[in-house]
């Protein structure tokens, strides 16, 4: 017997993987699981995060997606990608959505961390408006926000985390 891994339980990942919205909403109809991780754990909300697919994540969202799945490297959640990327819109209704804005990946990071390296300041407003704390620091160096949007040159978003107080 040969054994392959199934490619039923990420049908959901792997549309929304290439944003294809309508195969999506036909899968869930059909009654697939909305949560089902591909190999490395990302999810369908996961990759609407990752690709700024606000339209999916709300298919998603209303279909039962659990908002915190994390990457099996790395401990990522949905969160985090859309704040990596920089898609606020995406990181604006995952907080809403109850996602939590100070989770630390296994790499040590928070989203204000990935959004303040991606230089995005929605995202950053979102996640400092949720009470995100703007001076957490990282578990490899005890680098803050900051740190990461000074190392980038993200002016704007140096000056967002100054104003809300960043030391």
């Known amino acids: 017997t040969i054994l392959v891994a199934s490619a039923t339980e990420s049908l959901v990942a792997n549309a929304a993987m290439h944003e294809d919205i309508n195969t999506v909403r036909a899968l869930l109809r059909e009654g697939a699981d909305v949560n089902a991780a591909q190999g490395d754990g990302m999810t369908a909300l996961h990759w609407s995060a990752l690709t700024g697919d606000v339209a999916t994540m709300e298919v998603l969202l209303y279909a039962g997606a659990v908002v915190e ?28 959505a109850g996602s939590d804005g100070e989770r630390i990946t296994d790499t040590g990071v928070s989203p204000l ?55």
């Not at 990457?71 to 907080?95: I, S, W």
């Not at 390296?117 to 900051?146: C, F, K, M, W």
């Open 69 to 96: 799945p994390t990457t099996r490297l790395g401990g990522y959640t949905p969160l985090h990608l859309a704040a990596m990327e920089g898609n606020g819109d995406a990181v604006t209704r995952l907080l809403e």
């Open 113 to 167: 961390h990935l959004a303040a390296q991606a230089g995005q300041l929605a995202s950053i407003s979102a996640l400092i408006s949720t009470g995100a704390n703007v001076d957490v620091r990282d578990d490899y160096l005890e680098r803050t926000p900051l740190h990461f949007a000074t190392a980038n040159n993200r002016v704007e978003v140096i000056g967002a985390l100054l104003a809300a107080g960043a030391d």
